[in-house]
């Protein structure tokens, strides 16, 4: 998977993960910290793209030296916010085909390609909330 050898190799690259709170409680993000990284979870919302690129360009200290490896649930919006962070000043962006639970995407891959420290877990296999390396930015109850 590129995006994990991004991640592992560019000391300078990170992970954001776009999905929404309910679907990121059912399934957390990777756990990056194998890596010495955490993932940023900002959730997209189409209808506000000014007020994501806010928040995200507030969870990155240095955007354009930042290569973003952008996570969706399936390939819906991924494609379109990694256009959308080059447009404004990420140094790299690149979706994760497939995103978390499409055919070919992070769930489909992690036991064949991805190391165990790296595999997501839905909520069932999840013993504490306190597992999770996620920085949730900007969401609402």
Known sequence: MNAFRKLKNESDSQLLDIRDVKTLALL??????????SSV???????????FLTKVKGSFSDAENTVVCVLDNFDGNSSKVA??????????????R?????????LAIQ???????????????????????????GTEN
Do not use: C
């Open 111 to 137: 036991e064949e390609l991805l190391p165990p420290p790296v595999h997501m877990y839905t909520a069932k296999n999840v013993k504490s909330s306190n597992n999770n390396e996620a920085s949730v930015v």
């Open 83 to 96: 256009e959308l962070l080059i447009k404004n000043g990420f140094k790299e962006a690149y979706y994760i």
């Open 28 to 37: 957390a993000s990777p756990n990056l910290k194998f890596l010495g990284k």
């Open 98 to 106: 497939g995103g978390a639970r499409g055919k070919n995407g992070w």
């Open 41 to 51: 979870q900002v959730p997209f919302s189409e209808n506000d793209e000014e007020g």
